[in-house]
């Protein structure tokens, strides 16, 4: 009997420890968020909005840091970085249609800067470009009120022969502006829940984990490394409902083709500066580095697990979808009335021809030069800019992201056609194609002296910009 004992006290103590580790077991896996245990990548990062200090619904009021930082893209690994408020990108900005929003920039790197307002209709002392740099350790304090439509712009840095280095390292961050337009359309609102920001970027990275920005005879070597809000290989949480994605090629210099995995379409509602009239129904986006897209891709009847953002064969962010499948809500038809931009019956023209030998890219036979004015623009005057591309001496030279400050223009045509109707919206920035001809339509409501340029970035450090002076 006390053999058999033995054996049955060894029996319930074991007995007793496979127990305890189940009830542990559970315990583990009801603390850890069950969607966790079979996501594969990392949860994206949702950018933060910077809080208004200013208690007056008139005024808004920023503070933005420009700040070294490390960032762990990938586990245990710091890398050197820059950001506004934080160490990699920046808040997202919001505003709205005749607010005056005062910025306090504070440089607090130890080289020289700017801020420039991607996309903002704006004077060219408030303009952030070359002409405005903020000295390390000095403030920048611009001052202006929005006199524009709701859209989603973007900011980062503009120091002539510096962009492209210190937007690799992260400096950029979104704008989102607002007015009655937006407020009155039933179309998905709730930030960073079924109101997605997108920045996505092309990073190289060496076995340090530290950033490679190398050149080529071309620009910039491609990145191997997608990053999306600062994130590597990104999934995000959506129910199955209506999605509205705002979407930045935030990249230095490369294109993307942006399509969903499943080949199902979506409907773009948005271009650069603004709502389109009506949402115009797409199975792919061509994004050129500058250009913000907005669509809505309506996840309620689909059965799968998951859907994919894709580039090509690259896989951009995954939406784990989440919810039954329910009815499809509609878009409404009618987002917008965009006013026409006035123009004469003999309007002023203008020839932007833009050649390329490799990096070195010119426009107009010119490259920059901070002391000349190229180009002298009449306040208020609506003019026809003609954007040529010649292409190069080299047999791969491509196209450029041609982008205007301090206004919205409108496309005319493309090698003499109409525009698509994703582009009859208002832009700041377009691609154009080696060969094309592109006519814009354009009027400048501020004074000041403003860049042109393209906007692959190791272009425009190595000269492929101009200057105009509105007045």
């Known amino acids: 009997m006390k053999k058999l004992n033995t054996k049955y006290k060894l029996f319930m103590v074991l007995f007793s420890v496979l127990i305890a580790s189940i009830l542990l077991q559970g315990c583990t896996n009801t603390e850890k968020d069950p969607i966790e245990q079979h996501r594969d990548g990392n949860q994206l990062i949702i950018p933060p909005l910077l ?88 403030e920048w304090k611009p001052s202006f009120v929005v006199n524009q439509p709701a859209a989603t712009l973007w900011y980062h840095p503009h120091p002539h022969a510096n962009t492209g280095p210190q937007v690799y390292y992260g400096l950029a961050g979104l704008v989102y502006i607002e007015d009655e337009v937006s407020d009155s359309l039933n179309i998905p609102k709730d930030y960073g829940v079924n109101d997605i920001p997108l920045i996505i970027q092309d990073r190289n990275f060496d076995n340090d984990g530290n950033f490679i920005y190398a050149l080529n005879m071309m620009g910039l070597v491609p990145g191997e490394t997608i990053l999306v809000n600062g994130t590597v290989d990104p999934y995000v949480e959506v129910n199955r409902e209506q999605i509205r994605l705002r979407i930045l090629n935030g990249s230095n210099f490369e294109n993307f083709g942006l399509h969903l995995d499943d080949g199902s379409s979506f409907y773009q509602i948005a271009s650069d500066g603004g709502f389109l009239e009506s949402p115009v129904q797409r199975d792919s986006l061509f994004m050129t580095p500058g250009e913000r897209v907005e669509v809505i891709v309506d996840f309620s009847s689909v059965q799968a697990e998951k859907v994919v953002l894709m580039a090509g064969e690259h896989a951009i962010v995954t939406f784990y979808l989440n919810g039954s499948s329910g009815n499809k809500k509609e878009i409404p038809e009618q987002l917008t009335t965009i006013q026409d931009i006035p123009i004469g019956t003999n309007p002023n023209t203008r020839l932007f021809v833009l050649q390329g030998m490799g990096i070195n890219g010119t426009i107009n036979g010119r490259s920059y030069d901070m002391a000349r004015i190229d180009e002298e623009v009449k306040l208020n005057e609506t003019e026809l800019w003609v954007i040529r591309n010649q292409g190069g001496m080299m047999m791969n030279s491509g196209g450029h992201s041609f982008h205007v400050h301090a206004t919205q223009f409108q496309v005319i045509s493309r090698n003499g056609n109409p525009p698509s109707p994703y582009e009859m919206g208002l832009k700041d920035t377009i691609f154009v194609e080696v060969g094309e001809e592109v006519i814009i339509k354009v009027r400048f409501e501020y004074e000041g002296i403003f860049m042109y340029h393209c906007h692959l970035l190791e272009h425009e450090d190595f000269g492929m910009m101009g200057q105009f002076r509105v007045q």
């Open 51 to 138: 809080e208004d200090q200013n208690p007056d619904p008139d005024i808004v009021e920023y503070k933005l840091n420009v700040q070294a930082g490390k960032t762990e893209f990938f586990p245990g690994v710091m890398t050197d970085s820059l950001g506004y408020n934080g160490n990699y990108l920046g808040p997202v900005l919001r505003m709205r249609r005749n607010q005056q929003v005062d910025v306090t920039v504070t440089n607090q790197i130890n080289e020289m800067t700017t801020v420039h307002w991607h996309g903002m209709e704006i004077s060219g002392e408030d303009d952030g470009g070359p002409r405005q740099p903020i000295q390390p350790g000095d």
